[in-house]
């Protein structure tokens, strides 16, 4: 906004408070667009303000849209339940673009896009009305050449993220990233890299360090998913240190896809290298698991795919709790690995019975403290 400000060509809209997103620092740069009265109570508005918020997603994105239209630039800042107010209209939008891409005589246009935030993981005060990943499943099943989804799993990735959609031109860039604070996983710079690969292995979470075919593949796409899979992994180097672990995290999901399918479609040697053709692969997903199951049902290690989402068991509670009613937290993944790694589940009963019980303590927990137990707040990697 403040690089912004002399040439004016750049808007924030968006159906829910820009404070509730806590995105309050543009506050600094412009004001609310506002042209009525004002108050001495009122906050932030400005003849000349530059952030649009209205109670209307469909006003939003009409606003937007047109703006872009002009030749202009802009975000769209959302809760993510809500942002399906806007499916049909996104879709004619997807559709315009992959038909002016075709027509010569038109300039490129800046990219339309959302930031999905105050998302399904983390409602601890709204609850389950507000849990709803799926507006990621209707964009993928539109023009490849036009979409994007990207899942930042940290602060320095979507700095990373952000900074390429807002660049780049004639796509729809869907990003989604917590209000919340997170790890940082990776410096900026290690942030870069990783974005431009769109997936890649995290070696300093696993325990194969590439000195033989890892045992078990932990993939990971969002930030909650990406906490619990790092944790999990963690478990595993204490409890079997043994066993060969790869993390692998994908920020452009469209990376799962094949190469002839999408632009950013991985070809299947380069996503057999990752994801191996026969071992086991527990994936840890923002949204719903179904997603993953279509985007990479043509891989040969699809048969030894288990996907682990969200799975419409919601309701307002703690943070870790959420992860727990949808089966999404370590200790089920830790269960999932010993499950599923073939000669694994006689030898490491015991470490799987451990997380059961774990599981067991957190629930008894926080209906008795209304928190989430302290192993959980005060982790740290290899603490």
């Known amino acids: 906004m403040a690089a912004t400000a002399e040439r004016r060509d750049f808007?924030?809209?968006?159906?829910?408070?820009?404070?509730?997103?806590?995105?309050?620092?543009?506050?600094?740069?412009?004001?609310?667009?506002?042209?009525?009265?004002?108050?001495?109570?009122?906050?932030?508005?400005?003849?000349?303000?530059?952030?649009?918020?209205?109670?209307?997603?469909?006003?939003?994105?009409?606003?937007?849209?047109?703006?872009?239209?002009?030749?202009?630039?802009?975000?769209?800042?959302?809760?993510?339940?809500?942002?399906?107010?806007?499916?049909?209209?996104?879709?004619?939008?997807?559709?315009?673009?992959?038909?002016?891409?075709?027509?010569?005589?038109?300039?490129?246009?800046?990219?339309?896009?959302?930031?999905?935030?105050?998302?399904?993981?983390?409602?601890?005060?709204?609850?389950?009305?507000?849990?709803?990943?799926?507006?990621?499943?209707?964009?993928?099943?539109?023009?490849?050449?036009?979409?994007?989804?990207?899942?930042?799993?940290d602060a320095n990735t979507l700095l990373a993220v952000a900074d390429h959609v807002l660049r780049s031109r004639d796509y729809v860039n869907v990003v989604v990233a917590s209000k919340q604070p997170c790890f940082d996983w990776l410096t900026l710079d290690e942030a870069r890299a990783h974005c431009a690969r769109g997936a890649g292995i995290w070696e300093w979470a696993g325990t194969d360090h590439g000195t033989r075919e890892p045992d078990v593949v932990l993939a990971c796409a969002g930030d909650v998913p990406t906490q619990e899979v790092v944790a999990a992994a963690d478990l595993l180097r204490r409890h079997l240190p043994d066993l060969a672990v790869r993390v692998v995290n994908v920020v452009d999901l469209a990376r799962l896809m094949p190469a002839e399918e999408h632009p950013h479609g991985m070809p299947d040697h380069e996503f057999d290298a990752l994801f191996t053709t026969d071992q086991p692969v527990i994936f840890a997903y923002h949204g719903y698991p179904w997603l993953i199951h279509r985007l990479a049902y043509r891989r040969a290690v699809h048969p030894h795919l288990h996907v682990r989402g969200y799975k419409e068991s919601g309701t307002t509670t703690t943070p870790f709790d959420m992860v727990v009613r949808n089966d999404l937290d370590r200790y089920r993944l830790v269960m999932d690995v010993i499950d599923r790694v073939p000669g694994l589940a006689v030898r490491a009963a015991a470490v799987r019975q451990r997380m059961a019980d774990q599981r067991v303590r957190h629930h008894d927990w926080i209906r008795e403290h209304g928190t989430d137990l302290p192993e959980i707040t005060d982790w740290h990697l290899n603490a």
Request: net charge neutral.
């Open 11 to 153: 808007r924030l809209v968006g159906p829910d408070e820009t404070a509730s997103n806590r995105l309050q620092a543009v506050y600094t740069a412009t004001g609310k667009a506002w042209q009525a009265d004002t108050l001495p109570v009122d906050e932030h508005l400005a003849r000349d303000g530059r952030v649009m918020e209205i109670l209307s997603e469909h006003t939003c994105q009409g606003w937007l849209e047109g703006y872009l239209l002009t030749g202009r630039h802009g975000l769209f800042s959302c809760y993510e339940a809500f942002v399906h107010i806007v499916d049909s209209m996104v879709n004619q939008h997807i559709k315009w673009l992959r038909t002016t891409r075709r027509i010569p005589w038109r300039a490129p246009l800046a990219s339309l896009n959302y930031l999905l935030t105050s998302h399904v993981w983390r409602q601890d005060h709204n609850g389950f009305s507000h849990q709803d990943p799926g507006f990621v499943d209707h964009v993928l099943n539109k023009s490849p050449e036009a979409v994007r989804v990207y899942f930042p799993p």
